[in-house]
């Protein structure tokens, strides 16, 4: 491993952000090589917070757009201070006036209003740009990204090419609702998140919460991990099981129990279907020891084999 990217791992998780090598490889060739980062995964599994550890670790503002459905040009990149165009041309008041030299004066800088995208690239010190949930944009903005994302440039009608005073160091993340386009994907290096080993999110707990009980932390982990394994509708994330952590902290929880479970599924579960199908007799399973969580999903099956025969047994019969 280079030098480079093992200080880049200790700089993460000096200030709490648990990077693997993969992850610490992807920030260090997007800073070195000047490009954006397309960091790809599902919820709630820490694309976000690459863009935040980021900022945090370089000192730098972070500058976000979040992206949804109908977004457009005005509200990423610019928008015109009517109000103030219209206060100069009364102000003006010079009827003999060309159409042309008033239309100068009021589409200047000074009345240009800057929103995420124009004004991160119109920073003197390079900026953090976090444009998240690109996937939920329509594909004409994404389109429209294409040229900030290439040269770092963007076109206003009004003023021609405005060319960044200094890049920023741009984060892009999508939750996979909708494919993107090959163009966006060849501009952009690529990252992908997985959900957390057992390890990485144990590691991840005690970095949150240095004062949480450690036997506390290894069974949330156990619960978390086995969770996922479950036919769900919406699998819980890192996020979840940070929150779940807060909420047994906040509550004071002393050991995990499947009524504790119970009463905060809220926490880690935000679909009433899969909470339903959790009562507190699969919790009590889920939270049993691994090797009597083996034995009890193995016993399951056996008797599931027992119940309902094969396909070749009833042809037999």
Request: hydrophobic share 40%; glycine share 6%; with cysteine.
């Amino acid at each position: 491993m280079k030098p480079e990217i093992e200080e880049l791992i200790a700089g993460l998780d000096r200030i709490g952000y648990v990077a693997e090598r993969e992850i610490a490889t992807a920030v260090h060739l997007a800073l070195r090589l000047g490009k954006p980062l397309l960091v790809e995964g599902a919820a709630g599994v820490g694309k976000t917070e690459v863009a935040k550890a980021l900022a945090s670790l370089l000192d730098a503002e972070l500058i976000r757009l979040q992206c949804y459905e109908g977004l457009d040009v005005n509200t990423a990149l610019y928008e015109w201070n009517y109000q103030k165009q219209l206060l100069r041309i009364r102000l003006e008041g010079d009827p003999g006036g060309s159409t042309s030299d008033i239309e100068e004066t009021i589409f200047g800088p000074e009345y240009l209003l800057e929103r995420p995208l124009l004004r991160a690239i119109r920073q003197e010190r390079p900026a953090v740009l976090l444009i998240d949930e690109i996937d939920r944009a329509d594909e004409e903005f994404e389109a429209f990204l294409l040229e900030l994302l290439s040269d770092f440039q963007v076109s206003i009608p009004e003023l021609g090419t405005v060319r960044a005073i200094s890049r920023p160091h741009t984060v892009l993340t999508s939750n996979g609702t909708r494919e993107l386009s090959d163009a966006l994907r060849r501009r952009c290096l690529y990252l992908w998140i997985d959900y957390p080993t057992p390890e990485k999110e144990l590691r991840i707990l005690r970095a949150r919460f240095p004062d949480f009980s450690p036997r506390l932390a290894e069974q949330t982990v156990q619960l978390v991990q086995r969770l996922r394994d479950e036919r769900l509708s919406k699998t819980p994330g890192l996020a979840e099981t940070i929150d779940f952590v807060a909420a047994l902290r906040a509550l004071d929880a002393t050991r995990l129990d499947a009524g504790t479970v119970h009463d905060t599924l809220g926490c880690l579960l935000k679909d009433r279907h899969d909470a339903a199908t959790l009562d507190e007799e699969t919790l009590e399973a889920l939270l049993a020891p691994a090797g009597e969580a083996d034995a009890a999903g193995a016993a399951s099956g056996a008797c599931e084999n027992r119940a309902t025969p094969s396909p070749i047994d009833t042809d037999d019969a």
